[in-house]
């Protein structure tokens, strides 16, 4: 069997607010045998700057991402939305630079948002047996904008959660609709991001799912923090966490 190594990316949301997510990651790649290396000096990749139109910002956080990871085969991230920044956008920024634009494409072709190498490069299908991972109870699954449309990933997070012994997967309506976050977006726009999360909760209790999966920690503080100003018991937690057993 292959020996597989594994870069870390953890998203800056992840990092100063939810790094049990990350702690989740680290086991599920551990309990598989994925080595794993760590840059201690990764900053943000630029999305917040770029996302708010400050590009000379962004293109200097990008070079800086792309200076610390480019020698790094594999670099896996616990978010959609960073993964799009860097596989999308960095090109974009350094188009007028040649020899940045080569290292770009280079980062970019070796950076996987975390389902998509579980199941895309490692092969993981069966988390019960692979990972010995179960949650006893129903969970419905939000698609994540920039991993859905931008990615294309919507089958992998899936095949995981199908697979996990004890959970029942319910899909929601629309399950690609916007929760509102959009990063500075629902900063900008409080009142049109809350009717939209407003709209995507609904679409979530209309399921009757004991909790709502995503890859987005950004998507799933959003839901989570609408749920609980509304007291509903309803859990949104990130799929690493239900792979390592750590969503209670």
């Known amino acids: 069997m292959t ?3 594994a870069t870390l990316f953890i998203q800056c949301l ?6 049990e997510i990350g702690d989740a990651m680290v086991h599920v790649l551990d309990t598989l045998g994925v080595s794993m290396v760590y840059p201690e000096n990764q900053t943000c990749c630029g999305q917040p700057a770029f996302n708010s139109g400050y590009r000379r910002e962004a293109t200097k956080a990008a070079r800086r991402f792309i200076d610390i990871f480019e020698n790094h085969n594999a670099i896996v991230c616990p978010s959609g939305s960073c993964v799009h920044m860097v596989r999308h956008h960095y090109l974009d920024l350094f188009r007028d630079e040649p020899a940045m634009l080569a290292r770009a494409r280079k980062v970019a072709a ?3 948002e975390f389902t998509e190498y579980l199941v895309d490069v490692l092969g993981v299908t069966d988390p019960g047996s692979q990972l010995n991972s179960r949650f006893d109870g129903s969970v419905t699954y939000h698609d994540s904008c920039h991993l859905s449309r ?3 990933i919507r089958s992998q997070p899936r095949l995981l959660l199908e697979n996990i012994p004890g959970l029942s997967l319910i899909e929601m309506d629309e399950s690609d609709r916007c929760c509102g976050f959009g990063g500075t977006f629902s900063v900008k726009y409080p009142e ?6 407003d709209d995507k909760i609904q679409t979530i209790l209309a399921t009757g799912a004991d909790a709502v999966a995503g890859c987005d920690v950004s998507c ?3 839901i989570e923090g609408r749920l609980s100003r509304i007291d509903s018991p309803v859990r949104a ?3 690493a966490e239900i792979l390592a057993n750590t969503g209670k």
């Open 3 to 5: 020996k597989h190594t």
């Open 14 to 19: 992840v990092d100063s607010l939810k790094p």
């Open 110 to 112: 070796n950076t996987y």
């Open 150 to 152: 931008g990615l294309g």
């Open 192 to 197: 049109i991001s809350t009717a939209m999360v």
């Open 220 to 222: 799933l503080m959003n």
């Open 237 to 239: 937690l990130h799929i």
